[in-house]
């Protein structure tokens, strides 16, 4: 495997249903991110988790809960979710430092659906 | 706060015609960085091109090149010679230095015409 992956690539569960996302970067990086993108919205970052601990937790509701348990995996637990809750969820990869230029490479996403 | 404005929700151009996609963006840095993505149907990001706020010449990369204008706060993405292919939302994006993740825009989908 190479650059960033994630699994389930679609993910269809009912709002009293516990699931989770799973993401695998194969590039080295020391961070990670979730972000969450919905129909004719920008991307909206969710977490941060630099050198394997949270950074950023941009308000996200408490039925999505991070877990980074390494530098290389990051999940995405998910539990009694809102009809609203469906988007693209896709996880990214950098490698933070002084530079300004910290491409962050991106996993395929997971499409959730929730009914 | 950084901001990133691109204001064409939707592009249309003729394939093998050149397009340029526009971006705006606010930030209180002086040092900065500046990227484009391209977001295919298959929903994975891809990065296309790069510029820092103290790079002297406009980034390229094949196809891609950005019309960097740092007194307008522009950087505005040009592809030549457009493929079917291109076909896929574009978004911009920046973050200035350090860790901060990166900032998005709203993205711009661009249909390629036979």
């Known amino acids: 495997e190479t650059g960033v992956t994630q699994t389930p690539r679609h993910l269809v569960m009912g709002m009293t249903n516990k699931k989770s996302l799973k993401c695998e970067q194969h590039l080295g990086h020391n961070a990670m991110y979730w972000y969450k993108q919905s129909a004719k919205k920008p991307l909206e970052l969710m977490f941060v988790y630099s050198l394997e601990e949270r950074v950023e937790n941009n308000s996200v509701p408490s039925r999505f809960s991070p877990e980074c348990p390494n530098s290389s995996h990051l999940f995405l637990h998910l539990h009694t979710l809102q009809p609203e809750d469906s988007a693209l969820y896709l996880c990214a990869s950098s490698q933070v430092g002084l530079a300004e230029y910290n491409e962050q490479f991106f996993g395929p996403g997971t499409r959730l659906t929730v009914l | ?114």
């Open chain 2, 1 to 114: 706060a950084q901001k990133i404005t691109q204001t064409q929700p939707g592009m249309f151009v003729q394939e093998k015609e050149a397009v340029t996609l526009d971006c705006t963006y606010d930030t209180s840095d002086q040092s900065y960085g500046l990227f484009w993505y391209k977001q295919p149907s298959s929903g994975e990001m891809i990065f296309l091109i790069y510029q820092g706020s103290y790079d002297e010449q406009n980034a390229t990369e094949g196809r891609y090149s950005l019309n960097f204008q740092k007194a307008r706060k522009s950087a505005n993405l040009v592809i030549s010679a457009s493929q079917l292919g291109d076909s896929a939302m574009y978004f911009c994006a920046m973050r200035d230095r350090g860790n901060t993740p990166l900032v998005f825009g709203k993205g711009t989908r661009l249909s390629v015409i036979a």
